[in-house]
């Protein structure tokens, strides 16, 4: 005997409602929490471009052409970016998988972990790209020049950020404990913050250090708000943010189904 | 023979050397409540993960509404309700914003939301705590607000695990009121627990699972008729004591349960020769559930 069918209609993959519905809990839980997000998003960003502009920039005029101001200030607005979204899916899905048990419930629902993780991205991108305005605006007031191409940096930031906040999800789904964590800070974020032409230009680096800045997806970003960027950093933003994305589908599958 | 609302045949899941469910054969009848009945451990909690296919199962076959699942389980869920075991309400939202986020989830079209919200806000008795923050609700209200968010859809089918662990007799009673109204409404309910008294006042059909296996099926009062009897005879005394009342009722023809404090003698009516005085009871389904799934805690 089999189970009396009810019509329903036949449900794909990545769906529109199902990305709108974890969007929804997201934006509505973000009313609760939005200040404490918004400083250390925003602080600290700031904080780094006034210490290295004005520490830094007492001792050195100009990085390759620029006025040391611009150059750190590009440089600030990538390293916010990154640190608005792979923290906060670092430690924001391991929770929610973890503590509070939310993906049980989402995944309940006509959710699949494509969808869950695909909107937990979305949603962590952009809010990335806007943070990543703010160290810009700051650098603005301290002497950067305004520019068309700046109008670029919210959806630069959104595309980085969407690689970053996957590559999160995807350390979330890995690690087994969230004190284990540290070594991602200490041992990925931490080199690819200071080897990516943020804060001082590659090119006074050893030669393999030269080499391994340039697959850094963060150096990419860093030269995009330059003004240099061309199709092979788009590109690689790009390919970072989709490789990552399959891999964080990919080891939240194995983390959440069993 | 009425139809179905889910079936489990010959269902499998190991998770390395633990085999959790074992060969599960499991059916819920459309509009019945099914009391999923077995101590810690028996593989209940992982029969609910493999019907929302949140756990794969290794072998057999599983089917909810019409859909087998895993490939057509995003179109079961879509019909189904969730009720967890463990709380996992958004604590810093409302009470209104959690069915709200789930009304989105289960995709409710937007003209019929604030009704559907509203619905399953007097299903669950919370209207006037709409606007209270998850984190402010005693245990009882947090409970009943997971129950609302898993009708806020209307679904032909309610997954319960374990709806009442952990809450105090008043506000269990509250939970079961609720239960059995969802149950005159005509929605099916398959409902895991390990409190007996639950499992007999609403479910209309009990499967009782020992090491991820049903051993037994029926309805309740069928279920202790067959297996335990009409009569009981509690007999108290020191465990030597015990230990001769049970060699007496062994020779009697009578089974036999360990209370912890007595020895149950079980279907007096069956005696074949003299037993021991005691105090008299009717059998209940807790003897019928502790001589299929064992006295000793595994």
Known sequence: MTTTPVPAPRLRRLEVPALRGVLVREVINFS???????????????????????????????????DYVEFVGTGTVATAVMFASVFATMFGTFVKREYQRTYDAI???????????????????????????????????????????????????????????????LVSAILKSIDHFSYVTSMVITPVFLVAGTYFPLDGLPTWAQVAGHFNPLFH?????????????????????????????WRSRMRLIN | MSALALR???????????????????????????????????????????????SIADSGEIEVLGHRLPGESKSARALMGVV???????????????????????????????????RALDIANLADRRASRV?????????????????????RLVLMDEPTVGLDPQVRQEIWALIDALRAEGVSILMSTHYIEEAERLADTVTIVSHGTAVATGPPAELVSEHAGAEA????????????????????????????????????????????????????????????TGEEIS
């Open chain 1, 32 to 66: 609760s929490y939005w200040r404490s997000t918004t400083v250390s998003s925003t602080i600290e960003p700031t904080i780094y471009l006034l210490a290295f502009g004005f520490g830094f920039g007492s001792l050195v005029a100009t990085v390759q052409g620029l």
């Open chain 1, 221 to 249: 970003c860093a030269f995009g708000w330059q003004g240099w960027a061309d199709a092979g950093h788009v590109a690689a933003i790009l390919a970072f943010g989709a490789v990552m994305w399959r891999l964080a589908i």
């Open chain 2, 135 to 155: 984190d402010k609700l005693s245990g009882g209200m947090r409970r009943r607000l997971l129950i609302a968010r898993a009708l806020v859809h209307r679904p």
């Open chain 2, 8 to 54: 489990l045949r010959g269902v499998v899941k190991a998770f390395g050397p633990l085999v959790a469910v074992n060969g599960l054969d499991l059916e819920v009848p459309e509009g019945t409540c099914v009391g999923l009945l077995g101590p810690n451990g028996a593989g209940k909690s992982t029969t609910m993960r493999m019907l929302t296919a949140q």
């Open chain 1, 107 to 169: 995944l309940a629902a006509p959710v699949d972990t494509e969808e869950l993780v695909t909107g937990e991205v979305l949603w962590v991108a952009a809010r990335a790209g806007v943070y990543g305005t703010a160290p810009l605006l700051v650098a603005m007031a301290f002497g950067l020049d305004p520019a068309w191409g700046m109008l670029t940096v919210p959806l630069i930031g959104f595309a980085t950020g969407f690689g970053w906040a996957a590559f999160g999800v």
């Open chain 2, 233 to 292: 005879r509690e007999v108290y005394g020191p465990p030597a004591r015990l230990a001769e009342v049970e060699a007496q009722a062994q020779d009697a023809g009578l089974r036999t349960r360990r209370t912890g404090t007595s020895v149950a003698l079980l279907g007096l009516e069956r005696a074949t020769g003299p037993i021991p005085d005691g105090e008299h009871r009717p059998t209940n389904l807790e003897d019928v559930f502790v001589l299929l």
């Open chain 2, 84 to 118: 967890p075991q463990l709380d996992n309400l958004d604590t810093t939202l409302t009470v209104e914003q959690n069915l709200v986020v789930f009304s989105h989830l289960y995709r409710i079209r937007r003209g019929e939301r604030r009704a559907a919200i509203e």
